[in-house]
């Protein structure tokens, strides 16, 4: 009996050498890590050019965000690809081009200012430019007693003028730098604004002589046929692109 305990003792000492030696031959297993995956957080800032430049691309707060060298400026892709044709914007039709005209089903134009060749009787040459302030039509006189109609927005009370003048230059999405004059009662306008669907002078503009007075184009059709402007002569995007392809540098306006 002693011997067989002596026996079993002495085996399970050999067992215990046994696995002491190969725990220290075989490798360690690595303990498993669990790494949390920063969640991204919820950005209110709304999509488009604003999500953009501050959208969140940030891990949530808790999780250190890794540093990736400084931020760089990546330039958008042009509107118009290289080569390949620009859109025209003209008046095709009801749908008109964002850019030339505020999507507002709420505010329209008369129908009545729309443009429309008309009988008009006149003593002055074809070529020329009326302006019938009162009625708030211009006018593009043809041959054979007709002329081309177009509804304008004209000076609002104290702002009205009349004269002669022959336009002077044409610009196509022309600039704008408000005269002293207006920047003096309106010192929160800026000092200048680049051409574009934003700019108050609209898609064409025509310089009537040396006055700070032009005929041009606005993306409001709401305000046409209304007493609005600080003396220039307002015209739908959509019209003053039509007149300004029909008249050139020289053209006599009369305004009345």
Known sequence: ???????????????????????????A????????????????????????????????????????????YVAPPPAYPEGQPQPLYVNTGPQVDPM??????????????EPREVEYRTTEPAGTIVVDTPQHFLYLV??????????????????????EHRISAKKEWPDWVPPEEMLQRQPYLPHFMP??????????????GSTLY????SNEPWTIGKNVSSGCIRMRNTDVIDLYGRVKVGTKVVVM
Do not use: C
């Open 1 to 27: 009996m002693r011997r067989r305990f002596i026996h079993h003792a002495t085996l399970a000492a050999s067992a215990l050498v046994a696995t002491s030696a190969a725990a220290q031959q075989a490798p």
């Open 29 to 72: 297993t690595p303990p498993m890590v669990v790494v949390a995956q920063p969640q991204r957080m919820q950005s209110n800032l709304g999509g488009g050019f604003i999500e953009f430049l501050f959208g969140d691309d940030r891990p949530a707060y808790g999780a250190p965000p890794r540093y990736a060298g400084p931020a760089q």
């Open 100 to 113: 030339l005209e505020a999507q507002r089903p709420d505010l329209k134009m008369d129908p009545r200012f």
């Open 142 to 163: 043809e041959e054979n007693g007709r002329a081309m109609r177009y509804g304008i927005g004209v000076g609002r009370p104290g702002f009205a003028w009349s004269g």
């Open 195 to 208: 051409g574009g669907p934003n700019n108050p002078l609209g898609a064409r503009a025509m310089y009537l």
């Open 214 to 217: 032009r005929i041009h184009g």
